[in-house]
């Protein structure tokens, strides 16, 4: 995850992290960590959610390097971010035609199409990046909110099961067990 790809970039030199949601509420989560890694040297630098910045930052790197993948997938994260999800879904379908098997670019992709309500794309996508990582509970949370928009609560209730079977320390059951009730 991130903090193994952190520790790593430390013994060279440190890294960049853009990081930023919509809303500082959800930032200020991981401030204190993030500033250690600040202090530490494994971040030379922090930018917080300048998402238009980090897409001009992403044009030139794609310039340099327009076969590397990543690049594609994040950038199409920060157009999303934007709410330019048609351009951010280009991006995620670069990633996948480029390579198939990431699968960052299905679950991203997944989800922009689930902010667009193109729930059975937006399914299919997260299907894929299960069939690569069944392990990635997040992608059953999505998963399970896309088939709750859809009207099949008992589906989603699944999901969000195999999602705290994945990983019950980043999910409240009551959440999403609440969700399913709204």
Not at 81 to 86: E, M, P, S
Not at 94 to 104: F, G, H, Q
């Amino acid at each position: 995850g991130l903090r193994a790809h952190l520790k790593a970039r430390t013994a060279v030199g440190g890294a960049w992290l853009l990081f930023g949601d919509r809303t500082q509420e959800h930032d200020a989560f991981f401030d204190a960590e993030l500033q250690a890694w600040l202090a530490s040297g494994a971040l030379k630098r922090l930018d917080r959610g300048d998402c238009a910045g980090a897409i001009g930052d992403f044009n030139v790197a794609i310039e340099r390097r327009p076969d590397h993948v990543p690049l594609w997938n994040s950038r199409g994260y920060a157009l999303q971010k934007l709410g330019r999800i048609d351009e951010a879904i280009a991006d995620f379908d670069r990633c996948i035609a480029m390579k198939e098997d990431y699968e960052a670019a299905w679950y991203n992709r997944g989800n922009a199409r689930k902010e667009k309500r193109e729930y059975a794309a937006a399914i299919a996508d997260f299907n894929q990046a299960l069939k690569l990582d069944p392990n990635h509970a997040e992608v059953y949370v999505q998963r399970g909110l896309a088939k709750k928009a859809q009207g099949d609560l008992q589906a989603a209730i699944d999901d969000y099961t195999r999602a705290i079977g994945k990983n019950d320390r980043l999910f409240d059951t009551n959440l999403f067990y609440k969700n399913t009730q709204e």
